[in-house]
């Protein structure tokens, strides 16, 4: 027997992948964590070269241990020893095959809201990767792009900075300010509401709680 929100999510779930393909997105509802990285695996042709950013419900539903462990090459910050090779990583991931990502914000009607520092995660998500596929957990999905808007803003982004340990107004008050900061993370924000060529962008969405 499901649970309350295992049915909601589920029933939210069915409406969001027929509005994310009515946008020429390819998408895909999953009840947990564990068909979502069997769906995922089954997207990445052996031998892509894959990368990603933003990508915590990603990494939570096991994905990048699976692809750095897999017949897979990766392009991965992380293991960069310099800002140097750091930005050259995220200059190369736009020629990536495959750039795994997430969500701050989904509307029911099918349209994707991301907020982005350094823009890297954005502009591949936008233009480069061969496939985007964005792993979200149906916790990011909110009634309207209005609501989607809010949540990338005032709890995503929020969120964020604490997670970098930043000094803004949001991570001393919990509330955005609109800052001007120059440590702000919400210097792009992106719409991203129709998907050119279709089925570039593949979303897996997951009735769980992923990312913030
Ligand atoms: S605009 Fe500034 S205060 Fe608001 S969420 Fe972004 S970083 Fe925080």
Known sequence: MPTPK??????????????????????????????????????????????????????????????NNGPYKTIDRDKCQTAEEREQAAKNALFCDVYLTG????SL??????????????????????????????????????????????VAAPLNQMRFLRDNPCTVTGTCADCKSETCICNQIVITRHCRPAGRIKFILVGEDLGL
């Open 6 to 67: 295992a049915l909601y999510y589920h029933k939210r779930g069915e409406i969001l992948v027929k509005n994310l393909k009515s946008r020429h997105f390819d998408a895909w509802y999953c009840e947990n964590r564990e068909e979502a990285l069997k769906k995922a695996l089954e997207l990445i042709p052996e031998g892509a070269t894959v990368s990603w950013g933003g990508a915590m419900s990603a990494q939570q539903i096991g994905l990048m241990d699976a692809v």
């Open 103 to 106: 969500a701050n914000g989904l």
């Open 109 to 154: 009607d099918g349209q994707m809201v991301n907020i982005d520092g350094t823009g890297n995660r954005v502009a591949a998500t936008i233009y480069g990767p061969k496939t985007v596929l964005v792993i979200a957990g149906m916790n990011k999905v909110m009634d309207d792009l209005d609501a989607a808007m809010q949540r990338a803003r005032t």
